[in-house]
């Protein structure tokens, strides 16, 4: 059945891969599936037709016949579960594996977020130089007990898993505010998430979307 | 196999059912399934034992036979997927339903954690009451496509499920600000998900720990 993804017609990143549906496109290419792309505008996702497959007007969605499906973490969820490559067979690293996507999604990325939403939306605030320091330090409180956990390890719970590919699309966003080279190991691990086939196949196709370019890999 | 779980030896609410402990009491209740609790100070959630099964020094904590999980959201899909009544049969309403929990995690508490960070943290800042309204319109924009999408509906997706659960648990943090009662059907659907007998033995149980005191009921 032909999967079909929405993505930003323009992604407000410029290509860099931050939009949430680079993490849907690497988890389909880990698992081997091939995919197709329909491109909303910012007007087109709070239309009628775009809301009632996302209630919050946004993207990524996911459908495959008469399944529709919204909310990433829930995508990567569904395609894991039902593809190899995403989630260890045993049962117990199973649920261990999934237990690291809702941690990098509920746990690592909200304060990420408010400092994202700091810096977009109140960066011309007389609070903001003020209060930044105090955001920051709240993502430093999680990456160092990330950084703590995962120790010298390649992943975060024995093989690559969905987890590994949600934290690592997590920690990405923070590239830019340079608190990441605060932590090398998070930074190694980021990396070696970047340099998997599937990730740099995820990345390349949501740029071609930005540059109107057809990957050429 | 006995299921164990950790919640606060002395919980911040003061026994109003917001900890994390009450949502996996609840769906525990809901499966039909007894649980033991493991209480911790928060001395004891920083120190390398709890650690060990919490990287980020939280509550709760899942325990059964070799199985270790932490996150809510995972220990809940754990439940639902294993314990027949947090989950319709049917595959794609299924999968729809774990959407619902996800966007309670993803979408939907986000902007309620900043603004619970924005008074816990931030009440004494000199930008606290100029900045509040804006937080608190990030909540209404959220809130604002969430009623629309429940409507007259008694649950997000059919019969109630996980992220029913999920959903009413994120709304309830918002009770003390007032913004629920601005969306009657988001005050009834919280209503309706607080008078199920699951939830009342979850509260009731989190509550007796507070109080020092054995449910009554």
């Given at each position: 059945?032909?999967?079909?993804?929405?993505?930003?017609?323009?992604?407000p990143?410029?290509?860099?891969?931050l939009a949430?549906?680079?993490?849907?496109?690497?988890?389909?290419?880990?698992?081997?599936?091939?995919?197709?792309?329909?491109?909303?505008?910012?007007?087109?996702?709070?239309?009628p037709?775009?809301?009632?497959?996302?209630?919050?007007?946004?993207?990524p969605?996911?459908?495959?016949?008469?399944?529709?499906?919204?909310?990433?973490?829930?995508?990567?969820?569904?395609?894991a579960?039902?593809?190899a490559?995403?989630?260890p067979?045993?049962?117990?690293a199973?649920a261990?594996a999934?237990?690291?996507?809702?941690?990098a999604?509920n746990?690592?990325?909200?304060?990420?977020?408010?400092?994202?939403t700091?810096?977009?939306?109140?960066?011309?605030?007389?609070?903001?130089?003020?209060?930044?320091?105090?955001?920051?330090?709240?993502?430093?409180?999680?990456?160092?007990?990330?950084?703590?956990?995962?120790?010298?390890?390649?992943?975060?719970?024995?093989?690559?898993?969905?987890?590994?590919l949600?934290?690592?699309?997590?920690?990405?966003?923070l590239?830019?505010?340079?608190?990441?080279?605060?932590?090398?190991?998070?930074?190694?691990?980021?990396?070696?998430?970047?340099?998997r086939?599937?990730?740099?196949?995820?990345?390349?196709?949501q740029?071609?979307?930005?540059?109107?370019?057809?990957?050429?890999?």
């Open positions: 059945m032909t999967i079909t993804i929405t993505a930003f017609e323009r992604s990143d410029g290509g860099k891969g949430r549906d680079t993490r849907v496109r690497w988890a389909l290419e880990e698992a081997g599936l091939p995919y197709r792309v329909r491109l909303v505008s910012f007007r087109a996702m709070k239309e037709a775009h809301l009632a497959l996302h209630p919050f007007g946004q993207i969605t996911y459908e495959e016949g008469d399944l529709a499906l919204f909310e990433t973490g829930s995508i990567v969820l569904h395609i579960e039902r593809h490559g995403l989630l067979d045993d049962a117990n199973r261990r999934i237990t690291w996507m809702f941690a999604l746990t690592v990325e909200p304060p990420i977020l408010e400092l994202t700091a810096r977009l939306l109140e960066g011309d605030k007389p609070w903001y130089e003020e209060r930044l320091p105090l955001v920051e330090d709240r993502v430093r409180n999680r990456l160092d007990q990330l950084s703590g956990r995962l120790g010298d390890a390649d992943w975060l719970d024995g093989a690559f898993s969905a987890g590994d949600m934290m690592v699309s997590v920690l990405l966003r590239r830019s505010s340079g608190i990441l080279d605060e932590y090398p190991n998070l930074a190694a691990y980021v990396a070696r998430g970047e340099v086939p599937a990730y740099k196949r995820a990345f390349d196709a740029l071609a979307v930005y540059t109107g370019k057809p990957p050429t890999g």
